[in-house]
């Protein structure tokens, strides 16, 4: 295990060294009282570990946490200071322990041993034939090779993992964050809170061995997803990519529809989420609507009805999607249905807009019901 100590005193870089050496097991390659020296060399020689004092003049530790994580995720950093008073903000960079000097041999053997199972659980971290998938059409799920249940704690906790997915790869700024969900919140209240909410993402993520890292950059966070796969991004990149609908391609056409299982984090109250939520929506319409002319143009009946049914559960105002219903009871003769579609479609233009159907399609129906 490939160590770096960092501490202003030097006293104290001597007895960590000592402490470290009796323990056994690693390599110090570096010792430094000077922080910017000690993230040059973080950046050159990829440590596996860190011990880093908190109180230092010109940087903190804790801003060389986050800027070092921002340049190597998977170091590992424990802090070591003679104050109590930064255990959360400590957690909040995501800090495998925190120490308390003067050290004690038995807590820091306590750490070391941490630190060995960190190690030894890496190189299965992503194990899986292929990356886990996050589901975000209807509601946040993981899947691997089974759905993946996470027990939030807190509400705002399972927020802010959904607004830094909405915005993923892009950094969000604490005041942002705090303006949005602690909003009537004392500020340093709200903070407190909002590490307690970023240290509840990272432990569950790390629990169930998910390879998203919450990045602490520029006084905000970023979400790096790169190593897993979201149904979203997927299902927009396969659109794009489809082939034009032909009897060759409908199976393929059919599959994308599925994939879109409800609108996107369509189970939460998020109003941030309203605009995506409704651009996603508009190209599932176009999308649906399609597939379910062609079914009805190829004479798969059945299979159009079922579709016509589904988008129009979805879009009950639009008057073509009636239209088309009773275009296919008409090809099957079922005028009992026909009459039942445009008598509901009236109702709903009648109470929701004070309207009535438009000419042509009233047009139309008079003229087919006529036997």
């Given at each position: 295990?490939?160590?770096?100590?960092?501490?202003?005193?030097a006293?104290?870089?001597?007895?960590?060294e000592?402490?470290l050496?009796?323990?056994?097991?690693?390599?110090?390659?570096g010792?430094?009282?000077?922080?910017e020296?000690?993230?040059?060399?973080?950046?050159?020689?990829?440590?596996?570990?860190?011990?880093?004092?908190?109180?230092?003049?010109?940087?903190?530790?804790?801003?060389?946490?986050?800027?070092?994580?921002?340049?190597?995720?998977?170091?590992?950093?424990?802090?070591?200071?003679a104050?109590?008073?930064?255990?959360?903000?400590?957690?909040?960079?995501?800090?495998?322990?925190?120490?308390?000097?003067?050290?004690?041999?038995?807590?820091?053997?306590?750490?070391?041993?941490?630190?060995q199972?960190?190690?030894d659980?890496a190189?299965?971290?992503?194990?899986?034939?292929?990356?886990?998938?996050?589901?975000?059409?209807?509601?946040?799920?993981?899947?691997?090779?089974?759905?993946?249940?996470?027990?939030?704690?807190?509400?705002?906790?399972?927020?802010?993992?959904?607004?830094?997915?909405?915005?993923?790869?892009?950094?969000?700024?604490?005041?942002?964050?705090?303006?949005?969900?602690?909003?009537?919140?004392?500020?340093?209240?709200?903070?407190?809170?909002?590490?307690?909410?970023?240290?509840?993402?990272?432990?569950?993520?790390?629990?169930?061995?998910?390879?998203?890292?919450?990045?602490?950059?520029?006084?905000?966070?970023?979400?790096?997803?790169?190593q897993?796969?979201?149904?979203?991004?997927?299902w927009?990149?396969?659109?794009?990519?489809?082939?034009?609908?032909?009897?060759?391609?409908?199976?393929?056409?059919?599959?994308?529809?599925?994939l879109?299982?409800?609108?996107?984090?369509?189970?939460?109250?998020?109003?941030?989420?309203?605009?995506?939520?409704?651009?996603?929506?508009?190209?599932?319409?176009q999308?649906?609507?399609?597939?379910?002319?062609?079914?009805?143009?190829?004479?798969?009946?059945?299979?159009?009805?079922?579709?016509?049914?589904r988008?129009?559960?979805?879009?009950?105002?639009?008057?073509?999607?009636?239209w088309?219903?009773?275009?296919?009871?008409q090809?099957?003769?079922?005028?009992?249905a026909?009459?039942?579609?445009?008598?509901?479609?009236?109702?709903?233009l009648?109470?929701?807009?004070?309207?009535?159907?438009?000419p042509?399609?009233?047009?139309?129906?008079?003229?087919?019901?006529?036997?």
């Amino acid at each position: 295990m490939k160590v770096m100590l960092v501490d202003d005193e030097a006293l104290a870089l001597l007895a960590l060294e000592k402490h470290l050496l009796r323990i056994g097991g690693m390599d110090i390659i570096g010792k430094y009282q000077n922080p910017e020296a000690a993230l040059h060399a973080a950046m050159e020689l990829r440590p596996d570990v860190i011990f880093l004092d908190i109180d230092m003049p010109v940087m903190s530790g804790i801003e060389l946490a986050e800027r070092l994580y921002a340049c190597h995720a998977a170091m590992n950093i424990v802090f070591v200071t003679a104050y109590d008073t930064h255990a959360i903000k400590a957690f909040e960079v995501n800090a495998v322990d925190y120490l308390l000097k003067p050290l004690h041999p038995e807590r820091l053997q306590t750490t070391i041993t941490r630190l060995q199972l960190c190690q030894d659980r890496a190189p299965y971290m992503h194990k899986a034939d292929s990356p886990p998938l996050l589901r975000c059409f209807s509601f946040l799920q993981f899947e691997r090779e089974q759905p993946i249940h996470f027990a939030w704690r807190t509400t705002k906790a399972q927020e802010l993992f959904a607004y830094l997915i909405h915005w993923r790869q892009k950094t969000i700024k604490k005041d942002t964050l705090l303006e949005m969900l602690w909003p009537d919140t004392d500020p340093k209240k709200g903070l407190t809170q909002l590490y307690s909410a970023i240290y509840q993402i990272r432990k569950l993520l790390e629990s169930h061995e998910i390879p998203i890292e919450v990045h602490s950059i520029d006084k905000g966070y970023m979400l790096d997803v790169q190593q897993v796969r979201l149904d979203v991004d997927e299902w927009q990149k396969s659109l794009q990519d489809m082939p034009p609908l032909s009897l060759d391609t409908l199976a393929h056409h059919k599959e994308l529809l599925e994939l879109y299982r409800g609108d996107y984090l369509e189970d939460y109250d998020y109003i941030w989420a309203e605009s995506e939520r409704e651009r996603l929506r508009a190209i599932w319409f176009q999308h649906a609507v399609r597939v379910a002319n062609f079914m009805a143009e190829s004479e798969f009946y059945a299979e159009a009805l079922t579709l016509n049914y589904r988008i129009q559960q979805a879009f009950p105002d639009v008057e073509d999607i009636y239209w088309s219903l009773m275009k296919i009871y008409q090809a099957q003769g079922d005028y009992a249905a026909i009459k039942k579609q445009y008598t509901i479609l009236c109702e709903i233009l009648s109470e929701e807009f004070g309207t009535v159907p438009e000419p042509h399609i009233t047009a139309w129906y008079e003229q087919c019901m006529v036997r």
